[in-house]
């Protein structure tokens, strides 16, 4: 098992942006499939972004795609989640997962390894 531990959240006005760090406590993070989630108040856990153990493609829910950046850190055990141009319909908590030779997949039940979640709100 992982232990990942998410930073970064807070509250923000719409159009505003935010990075999210997920670090996680592992000697191979190299070898790990990273992923971001999120779930808002009533609501199941979604996917938003995705990064593959070997690092070269990255995944995104259409909701995010070209407001939201995933990358990660090797040096650093540390996975990002750039998110720009807020929108009020992005607050939610987000946590991330990570996954032994993941394929960067958006299934919420594929990732054995979870982070507590950090809360972002997005104010109108």
């Known amino acids: 098992q992982v232990q990942l531990v998410e930073s970064g959240g807070g509250l923000v006005q719409a159009g505003g942006s935010l990075r999210l760090s997920c670090a996680a406590s592992?000697?191979?993070?190299?070898?790990?499939?990273m992923g971001w989630f999120r779930q808002a108040p009533g609501k199941e856990r979604e996917f938003v972004a995705a990064?593959?153990?070997?690092?070269?493609?990255?995944f995104y829910a259409d909701s995010v795609k070209d407001r939201f950046t995933i990358s990660r850190d090797s040096a650093k055990n540390t996975v990002y989640l750039q998110m720009n141009s807020l929108k009020p319909e992005d607050t939610a908590v987000y946590f991330c997962?990570?996954?032994?030779?993941?394929?960067?997949?958006?299934?919420?039940?594929?990732?054995?390894?979870w982070g507590q979640g950090t809360q972002v709100t997005v104010s109108s």
């Open positions: 592992v000697r191979t993070f190299s070898t790990y499939a």
């Open positions: 997962a990570a996954k032994l030779y993941g394929l960067g997949n958006r299934d919420v039940t594929e990732y054995p390894s």
């Open positions: 990064i593959p153990w070997y690092g070269t493609n990255t």
